[in-house]
């Protein structure tokens, strides 16, 4: 049962447009969503987050946005560079879990020169 | 200041044999969290602990898995026997608490032949 999900595996964009990362949820105990980044050989690094009491929050480049009633969120990146290529991953937790995070499983983006 | 060290970084063992990963948290941070990345499963958490004890270990995948967190500074993972299907990244993060952003470790790539 996976409660976090992330549809598509991979996203491929052109340098300089946006790139839309999306996370569906299912469980509504969720009260807090954030966004992680991994490049390959090493750990995930966190990047933006938003708790539920909120609908947006923007840093720099990165927005993400939340979608109670649809438990969606999504992850925008404009505009896109190259070093931005990376795994991306959702996750979210509960105000009773002590930090526990569920995530999902990833998406790759790969942003084109 | 360090961030969350991992040891060893890259483990090839045969099936049948012990295996212990080792992790060392950021200092002050009261949470500590044990995951493991296939690409099956993506990232899903094994065990976490908060002030040293074990919170929820539900996500062991089974009895071959253990983890004991006997100081603030000091966590172990051990996989007794060790099989194939074990071979993964394992990744350490520590938080803390209600503090949900999670800082990751580089992670013990593991390989059981």
């Known amino acids: ?113 | 200041d360090a961030g969350v060290i991992q040891s060893p970084r890259h483990e090839v063992t045969e099936m049948g044999q012990e295996v212990t990963l080792r992790c060392k948290p950021i200092s002050g941070h009261n949470s500590l969290f044990w995951y493991r990345q296939t690409m099956m499963r993506g990232l899903e958490l094994l065990i976490y602990f908060n002030n040293n004890v074990p919170i929820d270990d539900s996500g062991m995948p089974e009895d071959r898995f253990s983890a004991k967190m006997p100081n603030a500074s000091f966590s172990t993972l051990k996989i007794q026997p060790s099989e194939p299907r074990d071979s993964a990244v394992y990744f350490c993060a520590s938080g803390q608490g209600r503090e949900e952003t999670q800082y990751f470790g580089p992670g013990t790539r593991l390989l059981v032949l």
Request: proline letters at 5%; one cysteine or more.
């Open chain 1, 1 to 113: 049962d996976q409660q976090v999900k992330q549809n598509s595996p991979s996203l491929s964009v052109q340098e300089g447009r946006i790139s839309i990362l999306n996370c569906d949820y299912t469980n509504s105990m969720f009260d807090y969503f954030l966004w992680y980044k991994k490049y390959p050989a090493e750990g995930p690094t966190f990047l933006i987050s938003i708790s539920s009491i909120k609908d947006k929050n923007e840093d720099g480049r990165f927005t993400v946005f939340l979608n109670k009633s649809a438990k969606h969120l999504s992850l925008h990146i404009v505009p896109s560079q190259p070093g931005d290529s990376a795994v991306y991953f959702c996750a979210a937790s509960s105000g009773t879990s002590y930090g526990k995070l569920t995530f999902g499983q990833g998406t790759i983006l790969t942003v084109h020169p």
